[in-house]
């Protein structure tokens, strides 16, 4: 079976890489990133025992959890965040990574139905792409998270980041590395902080290399997304 053996093969090189940067054994988080992909092929990675999943689009991610209804799956929202959609994804996900703007953070926590507990959220950092617009810059971050702890229903729990792509492996490591630095310091004065969200199929490994708590694979997993 492809995709078991993917998800074998994904870990293998989790765990390696664990061992040759110096980290500690099952400190990274695989997040299987699912967008655009079946409830087939979901449900095939949760038999295999995957348990993290990432949606990108709202709409389509709504449709698919609730058709699949299991409680013991947590998802995150990883996509951009349009503000008439905060309600739905504060009802259904777990986790949000894509935080950079108070007036979402404010509807989120707004929306978030006080019995399931607090959502968890880490802010996305823009390290090395000029051109994007997601993110908020790196000097910034200090403040924003000082803005995020007064919502009651939100618990942050990091940084994320999606960098420029690039295939040269020292290339990748550099936004991840000032992304490190900057967590490091954060957890200084708020040793709660427990998570970074970088690396993707491309740079995975550049991830694990310099501290990243969370891996977002999608392509590696469920193969080449055809949409
Ligand atoms: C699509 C996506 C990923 C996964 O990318 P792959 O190259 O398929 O592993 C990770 N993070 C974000 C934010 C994404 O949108």
């Known amino acids: 079976m492809k995709l078991a053996d993917n998800l074998a093969h994904i870990h293998n090189e989790i765990s390696l890489a664990e061992k040759r940067y110096g980290r500690s054994k099952g400190s990274v988080c695989l997040l299987a990133v699912s967008k655009t992909r079946t409830i087939a092929e979901i449900m095939a990675a949760f038999n295999e025992g995957q348990r993290h999943f990432g949606e990108n689009y709202c709409q389509e991610a709504l449709e698919k959890i609730e058709k699949i209804e299991r409680p013991d799956i947590i998802w995150h929202f990883i996509g951009p965040i349009q503000s008439n959609k905060t309600r739905q994804i504060a009802i259904h996900f777990d986790w949000v990574h894509t935080i ?71 290339q990748q490591c550099k936004p991840f590395s000032v992304l490190y630095e900057k967590f490091q310091e954060l957890r200084k004065t708020r040793p709660e902080l427990d998570t970074l969200s970088i690396g993707t199929t491309q740079d995975m490994l550049a991830a694990i290399a310099e501290g990243g708590t969370m891996v977002r694979i999608g392509t590696a997993l469920f193969g080449p997304r055809v949409t």
Request: glycine share 4%.
């Open 100 to 170: 950079d703007r108070i007036k979402i953070a404010q509807r989120l926590d707004n929306a978030r139905p006080e019995n399931l507990g607090p959502l968890n959220v880490c802010v996305q950092v823009n390290i090395s792409d000029e051109t994007s617009k997601s993110g908020i810059v790196l000097d910034a971050v200090e403040e924003f998270i000082n803005e995020l702890e007064s919502f009651k229903k939100l618990k942050v729990r990091g940084l994320m980041s999606l960098p420029a792509p690039t295939t040269d492996f020292e």
